[in-house]
Every structure is written in C-alpha cells, then in structure tokens.
C-alpha cells in the first residue's frame, strides 16, 4: 500500500446500448492512497491534484469476435456492421457528455470505435500503444478449438488459471497488469479532467483491476462486453467465454418516499410512484430466470421490491412465459437492513453473513444451477459484491450503485467455486426511468 494523500478520481466504465454494461458504468471513486501496489516493485500512481472522471469503453463486436478467433493484439479484424452500430449507440449516450481529451488504442477495432464515438469533437483522438489487447503470442490468429488442439496445456491455463499461463516465455496477464498501470500514470498525468478511453476487453479489465487495487487473480472477473452492450445483462456473452446459471442477483430497492427528501433513517418508507414502477420493470426483466429464493431486508422499500418480483415469477405460467408453475421461496434478514447503523463496520459484518446465506441458497440441489435474488439497499449490494471478490472493507468506498439497479453474480464452477462479476449496476431495463448514465459534473 502506499499512502498519498490526493483527492479521489473517478473512474467510470462502459456504457452501452439502451445504457447497460456488464461491467458497466463502473464510476469508480478511487484514493491513490488505497490503491496496493501489485507485485511491490510497481512505481505508485502519481497523485493527483483535482478530481478525474475517466470513462472505459469495450470496442464493438469485430470480425474475429464473430468468428470466435483469438485476436490478442493482432491488427487484422475489423468492426463488423453489428459492431458499427454498437459504437453508433455508444456515441448517441456519451453525445452530451463533456470530455477533454480521448485515449484510444491504435487497433483498428478499437481506434474506429473510439472514432465514431467521438463524432464531430474537436480534439485529436490520441493513440496509445498500451491500450493495445493483451499480447497472447502463438495464440493470436487460431480459431479456439485450434487453441485447445494445438495447445491443449497451455490452452487450459489460459482458461483455469491466466495469471500463471505462460506462453513463448511470456506471461501475457502478468504483462498485461504492468501495461494497465503505465496506462494510469499516462491518464492521471494528462491536464484532462474528463477522459474517455476506448480500447479492449483484457486491457479494460486491467484498467479496473489495477484501479481498485485488485491483482491478476482477479483476471475474467470483472466482465464486459463489446461497446459495453449484453443482450441480456444474465447471459454468458462472448466477453466471459463460460457459461453458468447460478447466480446471484442483487436487486437494488426501488425509489422509495425517502430518497427524495431527507436522509434520515427514522420511519420506513414505500416505494414511491418511481420506485413502483422499477420494481415491476425489474420484475419483468426476471421473468427469463426461474428464481429460487427471494431474501430481501427489513424495509418496506425493500419488501415491496421483492414481492412485486415474487409475483410476476408465479404468474409466469398464467403468462404462457413457463409451463412449469414457479413457486419463490421469499425470506426477509434482518443482516440486509442496515437503517440504523450507518457504520461501514457493521455493514460490513452484517453483509458477511447474508453472503454466506445467499451462497448456501445457490447450492440447493437442481440441475440447472440456482437462481437467487437479494433485495437491499446498494449500501448492502456494495458490501456484497465486496465479499464476492474476497477484497477488505475499505475497498467499499470506491462504488456507488443506482436505486433499481441489479448487479449479477455468476458461479461458473459451481456455488463452491469463486463469483464472477458479469454486470454491476445494470439499469437498462428501466429504460426512462433511471438516471443518466454517466454523470456530467464531479461533484465527488
Ligand atoms: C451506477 O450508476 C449511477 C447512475 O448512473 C452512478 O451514479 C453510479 O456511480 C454507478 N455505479 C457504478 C458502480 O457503476
Ligand atoms: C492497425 O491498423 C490500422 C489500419 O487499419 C492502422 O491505422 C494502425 O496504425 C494499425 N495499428 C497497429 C498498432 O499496427
Ligand atoms: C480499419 O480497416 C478498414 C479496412 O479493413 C479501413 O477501411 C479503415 O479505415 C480502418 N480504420 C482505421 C481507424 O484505421
Ligand atoms: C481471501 O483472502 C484472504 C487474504 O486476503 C486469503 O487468505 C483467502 O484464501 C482468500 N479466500 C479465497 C476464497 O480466495
């Protein structure tokens, strides 16, 4: 760890069609003084004196993508129509955004999203080479089922194991870290304020990880698709390359009467006409997983949230949706209320108990996997996803997430095995009625 005593910059991520991103719209609040120092060697991050905003972008689907063929940092694909349209999506988002200055890597996928995003703004669009895609040596070029006949060992540590995959006397994860953290001294260096970064799955991730102080272990972790735009926020995209159905969702209550007016936490609260109507779009949006379990908190807010999705879940055979009728098991934790300790601590102790309940609900016996829902407030969710990734309490101040947002966890070996964070913060779905995506002033 190093201690720099600097403001918090902001880091937010992908962006995306109708505004979902797997990882997406990660605004990140970082101190350079929490961020540890992989690998001890690593020179620190240099301080910073005002606030920083910087926006991740994914290139939009290329040709290799299309073909499942390993790109790395290869310059030969190129954006198919799909991909064009996804970097035209992502431009109408960012239309209103204010940014000083973009980064891009000079991959043609990626320098031609970064072009279209960035439209008619004035200012040259600057190419760094390491925003390239991680280097990944003989594999570039094959088709994966020719990576797993032409380098079955090698291919399956890449798969299981990246941070010690090793290839051509390189480890490509390893080198890829390196590369995010000279990426951050670039962008906190430049006079910039607001930056938009347009580059690759890996190298973004890279940036995340690095960011909050997280190490290679943490590679496929923190997922995002191609311009940060998943068909559907559950389904295993091309960005993981695996698929799962246990998951853990974490619903964040909807708007509730208290929102609006003071924070104070006594009497509890409804939902209020917004909040109404994002719990039943949340509900909907639910309808394509068969929930287990609904645990929800203490409040009404909360409550409300979790039985408006209980009841479109039961009427999904009414609905032709499922011909199975569907019971949900619905359970209200008193450790998912957190009104009347404000302290980081107790939530914290709190949220580790809920996680190991909503972990033993995921291994219920089925044969297609578990899906388990938590209703809360994001306070709870940030906790949670906290423990998902096995990081310390601390690290909860660097997110924030949206009332009625849902964030997905998956378990792709299994409830026993470790969580994977396919999307966070994910409010698509509520279509008019959430807020804008990206924030047009610091006010952190
Ligand atoms: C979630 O979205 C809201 C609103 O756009 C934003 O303020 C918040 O920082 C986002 N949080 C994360 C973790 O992306
Ligand atoms: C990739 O190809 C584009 C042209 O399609 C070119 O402008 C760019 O310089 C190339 N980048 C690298 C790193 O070779
Ligand atoms: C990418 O490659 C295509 C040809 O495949 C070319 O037309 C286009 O100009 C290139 N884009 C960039 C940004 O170099
Ligand atoms: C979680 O982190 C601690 C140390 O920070 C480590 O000892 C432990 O093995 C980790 N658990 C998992 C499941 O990775």
Request: hydrophobic fraction near 40%; glycine fraction near 8%.
């Amino acid at each position: 760890m190093i201690s720099v005593a600097s403001p918090l910059f902001l880091l937010q991520t992908s962006v995306a069609a109708s505004r979902p991103s797997p990882i997406g719209t990660l605004f990140t609040a970082v101190r350079s003084s929490s961020i540890s120092q992989e690998g001890g060697d690593a020179a620190p991050f240099p301080p910073i004196r005002v606030a920083k905003r910087v926006v991740l972008v994914r290139h939009g689907q290329s040709t290799w993508n299309e073909e499942g063929r390993i790109q790395g940092s290869s310059n030969f694909s190129v954006l198919t129509k799909k991909g064009e349209v996804q970097a035209e999506t992502n431009r109408l988002m960012l239309l209103h955004d204010t940014f000083d200055a973009c980064f891009a890597s000079p991959l043609n996928r990626s320098k031609r999203t970064a072009e279209v995003i960035w439209g008619a703004r004035k200012e040259e669009i600057i190419t760094d080479s390491d925003l390239r895609e991680i280097d990944l040596y003989s594999f570039q070029g094959l088709l994966k089922h020719e990576g797993k006949a032409k380098f079955g060992v090698a291919y399956l540590q890449w798969q299981k194991d990246p941070a010690n995959f090793n290839i051509d006397g390189h480890y490509p994860v390893r080198e890829l870290w390196t590369r995010a953290r000279s990426c951050w001294t670039k962008i906190l260096t430049h006079e910039s304020r607001s930056l938009l970064v347009v580059a690759h799955n890996a190298v973004n991730q890279a940036l995340v990880a690095t960011a909050i102080g997280l190490g290679t272990e943490y590679f496929r972790t923190l997922l995002q698709s191609n311009c940060g735009t998943p068909s559907s926020p559950f389904a295993a995209g091309s960005s993981g390359g695996r698929s799962s159905r246990n998951q853990i969702i974490l619903v964040c209550q909807g708007s509730s009467k208290r929102d609006c007016e003071d924070n104070s936490p006594a009497g509890d609260v409804s939902l209020d006409m917004l909040g109404i109507i994002q719990s039943q779009k949340t509900a909907e949006l639910l309808l394509d997983l068969k929930v287990k379990t609904v645990v929800s908190s203490l409040t009404l807010a909360s409550i409300e949230t979790a039985n408006s999705i209980s009841r479109v879940q039961e009427a999904a055979d009414v609905l032709g949706a499922n011909s199975v009728p569907r019971c949900v098991e619905m359970k209200q934790m008193e450790d998912l209320d957190i009104r009347n300790d404000g302290v980081l601590t107790v939530v914290w102790e709190k949220s580790g108990k809920v996680w190991k309940l909503l972990l033993d609900e995921l291994s219920g016996e089925s044969e297609t996997g578990n899906t388990v829902v938590a209703v809360a407030d994001p306070a709870v969710h940030i906790a949670l996803l906290g423990h998902c990734l096995n990081v310390t309490k601390e690290w909860m101040g660097s997110f924030h997430l949206h009332a009625g947002s849902i964030s997905v966890l998956d378990f792709p070996e299994g409830p026993a095995g470790r969580g994977v964070i396919r999307c966070i913060n994910y409010t698509a779905h509520l279509g008019r009625w959430s807020l804008p995506i990206t924030r047009s002033i610091l006010t952190d």
